[in-house]
């Protein structure tokens, strides 16, 4: 059954029905993040068409070729888009996406963490990977971005290692001509959160040649966990210098967070086990006798301690040059530098099967965490592209080559299971419990991370009439080390496919590709040097774009396996560590559409995974929805109305483990925790008069309660609750 929650009181309907419901929608919509549709005729009786979205050479597939003609899935978010539904955070910006799991672990304020086709992806910034480990940068902010766009499975020939999930690549603000004006916004929301930002487009030199951008914003804000605040001094300027074949452009982005962890790993003693949302399969994790559950607002943490600090700087140099019709050149160029300080205290949890708070409430212990960070980046990818025919195939070529070097450092203490009287009923927030100084430095451990690749591939697509063929290949080397030794590893990529175009506007296509990601160390069985996980996935698929009409409709069944992974327990004498295999389908669908001031988008997805161990993926939710209807009349009298509706479905999702439990003498008993999945609804309403707009967002409008997951391991992950943002701004 699935449960829709208002407050406590619970509206049970038939999850079956839901799912109908939400196909059919998705069958005459599409994404709420606009596959784009170029070129294809008169969309309608005044023969516009409609985009929502498209992709670019710096974009996430490395061309201009619309999406309607690429053999692959890819969603594509607008600023205007997340704007529209509130998004305030990068996990928001996917949550009308298909097949992508956006606030995997809940409401977050550390970082974001979306799942991809039931996989972790690596997150890339204008074609330049962004991210690297955890907890060592500062996170980016959806205002500097113009689009979110997501490459759904393996892309190591566009980008070398990386996850068979995809990627998710964010492309920012930055100067050109067609970027002259500037906005100016003021907005106030729940948990007092309140931002001022502005976007200033000028031309330098009158004549469009050189122009200028400064992208910032303020923010000071709380939020739904006490404590915690999200505040934020972001400044991005740019210049950029175009004169018809040549076009470089220089960005700087400077960015300062102040904050503290939203994730405060809530014990299953107060969440699942005194929750009916959530059930375990090993009743005696919840032998101590608890029944209360608490606020997703509890803070288990100390305030005189607790804090996640971060600081960033980039510089990103883009090059366009544009030798012939036929044969250009691009490259992006970045150094990146960041910082973060945490640190952190939660209720300790080590998967042992026995309570950690006691029946009073009281912890059995708090765990206290110091973990100074930083990583630093250089990297360049530039690339060669040229046009040209043999006989009746055209050709689009692109040859590469992807160069970085990446360091990160990680000053780490883990104090675990302190002796503690903290109370998750009556919390006390002294800072008395905090461990002295020499306890860290006692238990401090440097750790050391230094990643070199090089990477070199090549495209080429082809048309002969009707039939799009694709098909790439890429030789990548790295070299990783830890301070004190290195490892060499290399790795071949493929990919292919075929898109038929026809007349009536749809293209069916098919794809395969693959996927690698290094593994640092030494088989202790063959005494030799852990093989790349590898990545290989088959995707089926269709493209619609009726003829005369405003509608686009995409839909996919994809097959992805990943080896290499570490032995399922079933294999405890196999020949190496690495004889684990994952295998992941699942079909998604997305449309959008309009019928007169009326825009439709929707997303629909089913998705099966098995790890080595043949268990369901932690966390990710079998069956996914989401539909969003925005009216924008255009009568005179209700001229810059905007009224929004949305609504968000997410299946339940598992975790599974083992716990030694103490009470059956210490014997490995397999524990299985289910958390129920949710519905939330999303609303706007705005009014555009002039240069000025007014617009008031909510999201989780009924402030249905919630939790993202729990984990076999002890802890509980609560979902966003109700947000309510009002914008104004003006525009000049």
């Not at 600081?311 to 960041?338: V, W």
């Not at 160069?403 to 883990?414: R, S």
């Not at 395969?512 to 995707?539: C, H, M, R, W």
């Amino acid at each position: 059954m699935f449960e829709c929650r208002r407050g406590h009181h619970l509206l049970k309907s038939n999850t079956t029905a839901l799912r109908l419901a939400l196909l059919a929608s998705t069958c005459v919509a599409t994404s709420a993040h606009a596959q784009e549709a170029q070129d294809v005729g008169p969309s309608d009786e005044e023969g516009t068409i409609i985009v929502t979205g498209e992709v670019s050479t710096f974009g996430a597939t490395k061309s201009e070729t619309p999406i309607l003609e690429t053999s692959r899935s890819v969603s594509v978010i607008t600023n205007d888009a997340w704007r529209e539904r509130g998004a305030l955070t990068l996990d928001d910006t996917l949550n009308y996406t298909a097949g992508v799991v956006g606030d995997t672990f809940g409401f977050s304020t550390r970082g974001d963490f979306p799942r991809v086709r039931g996989l972790d992806v690596p997150e890339y910034l204008d074609n330049i990977q962004v991210l690297f480990g955890f907890y060592n940068n500062a996170r980016s902010d959806i205002y500097t971005l113009e689009q979110v766009e997501v490459l759904k499975g393996p892309a190591s020939v566009l980008y070398g290692q990386g996850s068979p999930g995809g990627i998710l690549n964010t492309v920012s603000k930055r100067a050109g001509p067609d970027n002259i004006g500037s906005e100016v916004f003021v907005e106030y929301g729940t948990f007092d959160r309140a931002q001022v930002s502005a976007d200033i487009g000028v031309d330098l030199s009158g004549d469009g040649t050189l122009t200028g951008r400064l992208v910032t914003l303020y923010r000071d804000a709380d939020t739904q966990v006490d404590f915690v605040n999200d505040d934020a001094f972001i400044i991005a300027p740019s210049i950029t210098f175009y004169n018809g074949q040549t076009a470089l452009t220089v960005l700087a982005n400077y960015t300062d967070r102040e904050s503290d962890t939203a994730h405060q790993f809530l014990p299953l003693a107060v969440t699942a086990c005194a929750s009916s949302d959530v059930a375990i399969s090993e009743p005696n994790i919840c032998s101590g006798g608890i029944t209360e559950e608490v606020d997703a607002s509890l803070y288990v943490g100390e305030p005189a301690f607790n804090r996640y600090d971060s600081e960033s700087f980039s510089l990103t140099g883009f090059l366009q040059h544009q030798f012939s019709e036929a044969i250009g050149f691009e490259a992006t160029a970045r150094y990146r530098d960041n910082r973060a300080d945490y640190s952190q205290t939660w209720v300790s949890f080590l998967g042992d099967g026995t309570p950690r708070v006691l029946a009073d409430g009281t912890a059995v212990g708090r765990s206290w965490y110091d973990a100074p960070a930083s990583s630093d980046q250089l990297a360049i990818d530039g690339r060669f592209r040229a046009q040209f025919s043999t006989g009746a195939i055209e050709h689009e070529v692109l040859a590469g080559i992807n160069y970085q070097t990446i360091d990160t450092l990680l000053d780490a203490a883990f104090l675990y299971a302190q002796p503690t009287t903290f109370n998750v009923f009556n919390p006390v927030y002294d800072g008395s419990e905090i461990p002295a100084d020499a306890l860290f430095e006692a238990a401090r451990a440097r750790s050391v991370n230094e990643i070199d690749t090089v990477g070199y591939y090549i495209n080429n697509q082809m048309t002969v009439g009707n039939l799009v063929l694709n098909a790439g290949v890429r030789f990548d080397e790295l070299e990783t080390g830890n301070g004190t030794t290195t490892q060499d590893d290399d790795a071949t990529s493929l990919s292919f496919g075929a898109l038929y175009k026809t007349a009536i506007g749809l293209n069916p296509y098919v794809s395969y590709a693959e996927s690698f990601q290094a593994v640092v160390g030494n088989d202790t069985v063959t005494n030799e040097p852990l093989l790349p996980q590898e990545g290989k996935q088959i995707e089926v698929g269709v493209k619609f774009q009726p003829r005369g009409t405003r509608t686009y409709i995409t839909a996919a069944y994809f097959d992805i396996e990943q080896s290499n992974l570490p032995n399922p327990a079933a294999l405890p004498n196999a020949a190496s560590q690495q004889e684990g295999v994952a295998k992941i389908s699942g079909f998604e669908i997305e449309a959008t559409t309009a019928i007169g001031d009326v825009s439709i988008d929707a997303a629909f997805s089913i998705i099966d995974t098995e790890d080595p161990d043949g268990v369901r993926f932690p966390s990710v939710p079998e069956v996914q929805g989401s539909a969003w209807i925005a009216w924008k009349p255009s009568s005179e009298q209700l001229d810059g109305l905007v009224v929004g509706a949305g609504i968000r479905y997410a299946e339940g999702n598992e975790s599974s483990g083992t716990a030694f439990l103490a009470a059956n003498g210490f014997a490995p008993t397999p524990v299985l925790i289910e958390t129920d999945g949710y519905t939330v609804f999303d609303g706007l309403i705005g009014y555009n008069f002039d240069r000025y707009s007014i617009t008031l967002n909510a999201r989780n409008i009924f402030d249905s309660e919630f939790y993202g997951t729990c984990l076999s391991r002890g802890d509980c992950f609560p979902g966003e609750g109700r947000t309510i943002q009002v914008r104004a701004g003006v525009r000049f």
